[in-house]
């Protein structure tokens, strides 16, 4: 901490003690005291002289007085000094009991939600189609003639042969690769909505009015 001009010591602030103990609140600034009060539920007035102020920090709104803790009710602080002014909610007759409660907040964080894998497999089938082929056949025809044969044609029996050659087609498969289809992968944010629920705790006030 450093030490500050006590003038700029406002209600609200926090009071702490030579070893960083919390005393409490800054209720009342007066001219020459500061008006704290320590503890919540029945809280004890305490005047602190700025001349028991030893350091101040601005930006957190803290000070610091120079004495401990537990020996502060030895300090008699618990009375007001002779030029002390306060207003009755200050004083042990009026008792503000602050009540607390939680709340819960929902963030959004992203993680690994698995993954798609792709890939491709061979699967074989059997291709069945129809090709025309062509092949010759001997086609013989027989007519009846009546005609004089020349005068050198005899009739020998020379074992002549006469040979016809006949051409067929044959079917030659041949298989070539062509792309026939692309696949296009892509990802797209779904929004969907998702119920979440929490136990909160809260602080509620209980009065025992005894009677008499």
Known sequence: MQTMNVDRIQTGWNAYDAEGEKIGDVVEVGSNYLLVQKGWFLPQNLYIPLASVTSI????????????????????????????SWDADTTQESLTVPLREEQVKAERYERDAGEVTVGKHVVEQQHEFDVPVTHEEVDVTRRRVDRAADADDQIVDDGETIRVPLRAEEVDVQKGTRVVEEVEISKRPVTETRKVSETVLREEIDIDEAKR
């Open 57 to 84: 920090d601005e930006p957190n709104a803290n000070f610091s007085v120079d004495v401990t803790k537990e020996n502060v009710d030895s300090r008699g602080w618990g009375s007001p000094p002779a030029d002390a």
